[in-house]
């Protein structure tokens, strides 16, 4: 980092932007679309540029081959690290599409739809436990007590984690979550590397029970098109044979699936409830009609995304939004702040669930678009519906907290009183 401290684009580095980026994003798109941080990182703030960036095959995801060149050693020292790189969020083609394929089947819209049910009964039995605990009248943490365990509850029971071992995850996901700040504090990545490997030990065991006894979850299904013997050491970019995925590949996925499953949902759900307590006619809408919750859940991921900020690398000599960028320079896309381009989207920091839709960058764009997108936009409508149908009277009860992060911006604490 330089030392222009004052310079927006190095704020952004600062644990007060991530409670509040908004003020630093308005700077950013005063000054253009994209912004040299220093010699080895551009950071890109316009709609059409971080888009752009998203979908063209100059600028490339960072796989462990990149981070071998750029910080040799840097994978070998840092198992999150390394199980984040050799996932399929970091994958390259031809890898990326064969690895995808077989991810994606379960996730289709239609698949999705036949858990709609699952996500209904979870949403009653915990807001049937909100109601207990705020039987007093007394407030009671939305975050804890719904945001987390909704998402947990059905990513698991896609995967077939069991019951009982669901609660053991929260910690472990969020900790691993620290690999993917941008300015990585060594502290907080020690937390991840030690999440990264419990959840990998956790995931091989499962996958071995699974191989020996298979059942009709994802990860049985999985191990199908899985080899035992390619070993948990073999290179997850070595293979190419189209339809199988090595052992290690599946391992590191279904981690991937877990904490990429619930992290952001759980933002989703408590980013929404953020702005909606202050909007009583929206939520009056949503507790009417379940359709009016898919344009409010738009809006909020537009407004307030669960991942502001993913990366890139250039992989030649090109050009974006009128900057030369060289080969090799690292692109920080701050998908948050393009969802706040004013090019792009009018008055954009209103929230507007009536606004034309159009795509914000949430769930990203091109090869690497979330493979959870519909199953996370169907939880959040299910849940707002239900949550302000059965509470309309919800109401905020003290001082909420964020989290410390700015790739996956949620909240630590929510307390609310049910009314
Ligand atoms: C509100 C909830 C969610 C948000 C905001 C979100 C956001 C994102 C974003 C921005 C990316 C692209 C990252 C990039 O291009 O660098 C992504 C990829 C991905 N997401 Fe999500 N996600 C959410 C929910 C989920 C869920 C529920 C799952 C799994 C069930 C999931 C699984 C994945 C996977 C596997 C990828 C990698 C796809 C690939 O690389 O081809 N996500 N997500």
Redesign the pocket.
Known sequence: MTNHALRPVDALFTSGVRENPVPVYRALHAGGPVHRLNDEWVVVCGYAEADEV?RSPVFQ?KDSAFRERTRPGWIAAHPSAAMIGD?????RAPH?ER??RL??RP?TSRRVAGLREAALGHTRRLLDGLAERAAGGGPVDFVDGFAYPL?IA??CE?LGVPAGDRGWFRDRATDLSYVLEPAGRERDLSRADAAASGLMEYFAGLVGERRARPEQDLISSLVQVSDADAGAGADANADADGARLGERELVV?LV???A???E??A??LANGLGVLLDRPADRDRIARDPAAAAACVQEV?RHD???QV???WATEDTALGGMRIAEGTQVL?L?GAANRDPRRFSDPDVFDPGRPAGPS?????????????A???M??EVAFHELFARFPAMALAGTPSRTDRLALRGYASLPVTLG
């Open positions: 998203l995801v996932s399929v969020i970091r994958a990326h690895v995808r991810l994606s996730l998402p059905l990513i896609l996925n991937l699936m877990l990429a499953g619930f952001t949902t933002s989703l991921l995304p669960p991942a993913t990366d890139r896309v998908l960058l949430s769930f990203g764009a091109g090869p690497h678009f979330c493979l959870g997108s199953l996370a936009r939880e959040a």
